[in-house]
């Protein structure tokens, strides 16, 4: 099956998992009276953390919106997905190789994990690595190494005038 959304293969049979055991917990809450202590407490801290993560709406905040979810859902909250969306990267695979060699951070901290899941108060900081060659770190290898190479040049060059 095509996937409409660009989120690529990665991760899906674990996220797949995980929404199976969110489900599972939301399905067994919702047979229990609301006024019930254990339905309140565990019903409102599942909510709560599918909220703060970014896969629920604020206004979507009962039980029986957390049995509509998908796996696309989660699959947008990961760093690969948001870095791509932000336009950080060319495509999806581009966002992958940029997390995984360490160019970029989410708030002061370097992420290299593209499975990192974002949370909606960290989605706005999500930005080049300050030491990465893509932001205001030293250049790359190869570039350095053309520099070296140009500046000899320049300087055989130099001696052949006299």
Do not use: C, W
């Amino acid at each position: 099956a095509v996937v409409s959304t660009q989120s690529g293969h990665y991760g899906r049979g674990r996220v797949k998992y995980t929404l199976a055991k969110i489900r599972k917990a939301a399905r067994e809450l919702l047979t229990l009276e609301d006024k019930d202590p254990r339905r309140l407490f565990e019903g409102n801290a599942i909510l709560r953390r599918l909220v703060r993560i970014g896969v629920l709406d604020e206004n979507r905040m009962k039980l029986d919106y957390v049995l509509g979810l998908k796996t696309e859902d989660f699959l947008e909250r990961r760093l690969q997905t948001q870095v791509f969306k932000l336009g950080l990267a060319k495509s999806i695979h581009h966002a992958r190789v940029l997390i995984r060699q360490k160019h970029i951070r989410v708030r002061k901290q370097v992420v290299n994990i593209p499975s990192f899941i974002v949370r909606l108060d960290a989605q706005k900081h999500i930005d080049i690595a300050i030491n990465s060659a893509y932001g205001s770190g030293r250049e790359g290898r190869v570039k350095r190494k053309r520099m070296r190479a140009g500046d000899k040049g320049a300087a055989d060059a130099d001696e052949d005038e006299d």
